[in-house]
């Protein structure tokens, strides 16, 4: 689910100065926030379509007609924002329930039709007011399972399991091959190293990998995990890949360059800002973001723990910022930078400025602040499991979430299953 952007916190994505222009609004503001925020998802009335960015922008044009002053309004104003917060809470929940159910319904019966997963989308998403963009997602990605169905199940009947891996290899096995046909891809496993490595392509790297999604698949594109063991939590794994690819329902948001923040800050602290942004920037654009989301996900799922997931995802496994291999994507969010940067290196003559892709110093730091990010978003898991939520239950909290906001939904949890 994509719903980026929101990497400011409560007050500064409603524009206030501080945290105490939000507490003004009520004496009670915080626990009544809580309080609201924790209702069940059924306790609350959707009458219609409920749009979170639309009203959310009307809640904005609002605020700022409230007189402050006048003790009724600021609660007035408060209640109807406690009441977005709250319907926003409870259609993210039922967006997951309505992915958990075609989850479900798709492995119990991988023939199902169109017409039935999409009345599972249309009957559940009147209850949480889905509107029509969130639905189209839906029905998209409906469409999207099925055309990969109907391919795996024509392309099974064509090939043996040896005659397959000959096909995507253009060698002979060595040892045994089994393929496992899934619901929407082939799992295919390899018994013997060798077997393996030809079809990851790199056997230095190969070796550190117990599964991946098959990309030159020759006709079959999408639809091919690989796996070195007849191993559950790798199939888990590579299937969690395949049905995250399917549904994206939360449209992205922008990020927003904020000139009167920097205006304010010393030139070191300028720097960084500009750089964090401009690394946030690409991990947006190039969708690295979306790609390290569902890997941290697919390995909760696999059974992973945070620990271990930590030193793969810092292993050669994952160089998702390759970003001297890719410089006119750094350029290209450099540019869209460039008044502000601009504006920096002229008030900056004598300091450090900043400059391209070439400029070492500026790629450095951002592979640096790339790495501290990603053990944000890792810690996010971390925190869940000393809560002592299940394995399941942090996949079905995170996923429904922008990445970017992973550390407000952990912060909002409470203890679960205490021993």
Request: overall charge negative; glycine content about 6%; aromatic content about 10%.
């Amino acid at each position: 689910m994509n719903e980026r952007g929101m990497q400011q916190d409560e007050f500064n994505a409603w524009g206030m100065e501080n945290a105490e222009d939000w507490r003004a609004a009520s004496e009670e503001s915080k626990e009544d926030l809580e309080n609201g925020l924790n209702q069940a998802a059924d306790a609350i009335v959707f009458d219609g379509q409920f749009d979170p960015g639309k009203e959310l922008f009307k809640l904005k044009e609002e605020k700022d007609a409230v007189d402050y002053s006048d003790e009724k309004a600021k609660v007035a104003f408060f209640d109807k924002f406690l009441d977005y917060k709250a319907k926003l809470r409870a259609q993210r929940e039922g967006i997951n329930k309505i992915v958990n159910t075609l989850f479900d319904t798709i492995k119990s019966n991988p023939d199902i039709s169109v017409q039935e997963l999409s009345q599972i989308v249309d009957t559940q998403g009147k209850a949480i007011g889905l509107n029509y963009y969130q639905k189209s997602s839906f029905e998209q990605g409906i469409r999207n399972y099925l055309d990969k169905h109907r391919l795996v199940q024509e392309q099974r009947q064509k090939y043996t399991d040896q005659e397959l891996f000959e096909a995507l290899s253009g060698h002979m096995p060595e040892g045994e091959i089994k393929v496992k046909t899934l619901p929407a891809n082939f799992n295919i496993i390899c018994s013997n190293s060798n077997d393996f490595n030809k079809l990851y392509g790199d056997e230095e790297d190969a070796s550190m990998s117990g599964g991946f999604s098959y990309k030159e698949s020759y006709g079959l594109r999408g639809v091919v995990t690989v796996s070195r063991y007849d191993y559950k939590p790798t199939e888990d794994h590579e299937e969690q890949h395949k049905f995250h690819q399917l549904f994206t329902v939360y449209n992205t948001d922008k990020l927003y360059q904020n000139d009167k923040v920097i205006e304010n800050l010393d030139a070191d602290s300028q720097i960084f800002l500009v750089e964090k942004s401009i690394l946030n920037q690409y991990l947006i654009s190039s969708g690295i973001d979306n790609r390290i989301k569902d890997e941290l996900l697919a390995y909760v799922k696999g059974m992973s723990n945070s620990v271990e997931i930590k030193e793969t995802m810092h292993s050669k496994l994952y160089d998702y910022m390759d970003i001297q291999s890719d410089k006119k994507g750094i350029r290209d969010v450099i540019y869209s930078f460039s008044d502000t940067v601009s504006r920096i290196n002229d008030d900056n003559v004598e300091g450090r400025t900043l400059s391209s892709p070439d400029d070492q110093t500026l790629m450095q730091d951002i592979e640096n602040l790339y790495n501290i990010q990603l053990d944000k978003w890792i810690k996010c898991i971390g925190v869940l499991e000393e809560k002592h939520y299940l394995k399941s239950e942090i996949v079905n909290m995170l996923y429904i979430d922008s990445i970017w906001n992973w550390p407000n939904v952990v912060n909002r949890a409470k203890n679960m299953h205490q021993p």
